[in-house]
């Protein structure tokens, strides 16, 4: 299966919550890093059973790395209890996530098990393109996310992400609009997820099955994106 195919009808065999107005927005921004020629790793926080996972699968060039990070056991036990009390996942085992990957890539991608917060940006370095931060959705976590994407990402790269305006994450929503007004981040597309950059972002062009509407927010011009099913593939 190719990943136009992935992104239409692959993504809905595998258990998550990627939708696909974003899987073509990731698709749209690696179209657009291939032009501006950004070669960079990609890293995912969060992969769960892989639905995002698969289609970075598809975004990664030979000569890149794609690496994940998960707990692979359950949610890190803390005060915010959303996920206990609605049982959200169903299954957040290892294997489940590999025997997914396999059934559309060769080879697994590189896997770190464990938290997000023992990643350190000494152990990469500033040589990633797509960081998409997907895992914990408290505070001080995403906070610690989108320090560490920011020591990691290129010129040219985007970082995304996920829940940033969900009614059940508001420690998302905060630690991701701090960054942008202590550290820098410039948001430029909002769907549930935020896609942003340091420094100039590159010209992305907009999948003609996302809506565009602009936005003027603390001095940046940004959109929101609405995927409308009816307009062509
Ligand atoms: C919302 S799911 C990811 C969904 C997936 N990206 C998709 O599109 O279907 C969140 C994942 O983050 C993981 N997670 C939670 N806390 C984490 C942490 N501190 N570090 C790494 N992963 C974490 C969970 O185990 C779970 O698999």
């Known amino acids: 299966m190719n990943r136009s195919r992935y992104i239409i009808e692959g993504r809905e065999s595998v ?4 939708e696909r107005g974003d899987a073509e927005l990731f698709n749209a921004i690696d179209l657009a890093q291939r032009k501006a020629r950004v070669v960079g790793d990609i890293l995912e ?5 892989g639905s995002s996972t698969i289609l970075l699968g598809y975004l990664r060039n030979p000569n890149e790395r794609l ?7 359950g949610v890190t036990p803390t005060l915010d209890n959303f996920h206990s009390r609605t049982d959200s996942y169903s299954d957040l085992s290892r294997e489940s996530f590999e025997a997914n990957y396999l059934q559309f890539h060769q080879q697994l991608p590189e896997i770190i098990e464990g938290s997000s917060t023992t990643l350190s940006a000494n152990d990469f370095g500033q040589t990633f393109r797509l960081i998409h931060v997907d895992g914990s959705h408290e505070y001080e976590i995403v906070r610690s996310d989108l320090l560490l994407a ?13 829940d940033i305006i969900t009614l059940h994450t508001p420690g998302v929503t905060a630690a991701v609009w701090e960054g942008v007004f202590h550290d820098g981040l410039i948001p430029v597309f909002q769907t549930a997820k935020l896609y942003a950059t340091w420094g100039r972002p590159i010209d992305v062009e907009i999948p003609k099955t996302l809506t565009a509407f602009s936005h003027k927010v603390a001095g940046h011009l940004m959109s929101h994106l609405e995927y409308s099913p009816g307009a062509p593939d």
Not at 15 to 18: A, D, E
Not at 67 to 73: A, K
Not at 150 to 162: M, Q, R, Y
Request: aromatic content about 20%.
């Open 15 to 18: 258990p998550g919550w990627f």
């Open 45 to 49: 926080i969060g992969c769960y059973q």
């Open 67 to 73: 690496v994940v990070c998960d707990l692979f056991q």
């Open 150 to 162: 920011k020591s990691l990402l290129k010129p040219g790269g985007f970082v995304i992400f996920d």
